[in-house]
């Protein structure tokens, strides 16, 4: 298995424009977690699914921000508008409720101009 | 509510020496503790979960419920294990996992 495959690996983009992050958990695993990584806040959960249903967002900082899993091998996170301080690494992590284990995605790296 | 506390934010020892990482938790059910590390610029990646009792890396870990503690320890550190360490709770919620602020340990030659 390739593990959690992120895309973009790195992203640039202007302030107000829309950011759609990508993510494929590992097959098999029913639960997926978005997580943001800054020097300041360190490691903060925005939001995970249960097979594709979103449990828990109460992390998700603002309205601009939106998840989605379809289906059960793919996610996305949106921001919309962006904002400078939307720059961060933006984890994906599964898990399989079998062994209880989150695997991490390789991130993000989003920088908002 | 779960909580996670790693009280030292950056860590420097020399090569060869015992190195240790605090992490101290607050749940009030029976938790799973994990370590986790993440290399310069790299993905997190599985240390060490306190069910397994496993040493990785030369690193062990002993939960600790009276005193609410899951340390990482290692006697020699070696510069390979300069990194970032986050300690993780989770509690009966989906996996969900609540982290630690991180430690930055840094192995002088």
């Known amino acids: 298995d390739a593990g959690v495959i992120q895309s973009p690996r790195h992203e640039v983009t202007e302030m107000g424009q829309e950011v759609t992050l990508r993510c494929k958990p590992i097959?098999?695993?029913?639960?997926l977690f978005w997580y943001r990584q800054t020097m300041m806040r360190g490691l903060e959960l925005l939001i995970y699914?249960?097979?594709?249903?979103?449990?828990?967002d109460s992390g998700m900082p603002e309205d601009r921000f939106s998840a989605k899993m379809p289906n059960a091998s793919f996610s996305t996170l949106k921001i919309q508008p962006s904002e400078p301080r939307d720059s961060a690494v933006y984890f994906c992590?599964?898990?399989?409720?079998?062994?209880?284990?989150?695997?991490f995605g390789a991130g993000t790296r989003l920088s908002v101009l | 509510a779960q909580r996670v506390t790693q009280p030292e934010k950056l860590l420097s020892v020399f090569k060869g020496a015992p190195v240790e990482l605090k992490c101290n938790y607050s749940?009030?059910?029976?938790?799973?503790l994990f370590w986790y590390v993440q290399y310069s610029r790299q993905r997190l990646q599985l240390l060490l979960r306190?069910?397994s009792r496993e040493s990785i890396k030369g690193f062990t870990a002993d939960l600790n419920k009276g005193e609410t503690s899951f340390h990482l320890k290692k006697p020699f550190a070696q510069e390979e294990d300069s990194a970032m360490y986050y300690c993780?709770?989770?509690?009966?919620?989906?996996?969900?996992?609540?982290f630690g602020q991180g430690t930055i340990l840094t192995v002088h030659p």
């Open positions: 699914f249960n097979n594709n249903v979103p449990i828990d």
């Open positions: 749940y009030s059910g029976s938790p799973e």
């Open positions: 992590a599964s898990r399989s409720d079998r062994t209880n284990i989150q695997y």
């Open positions: 097959s098999g695993h029913n639960s």
């Open positions: 993780a709770l989770s509690g009966t919620s989906y996996g969900k996992l609540t």
């Open positions: 306190h069910i």
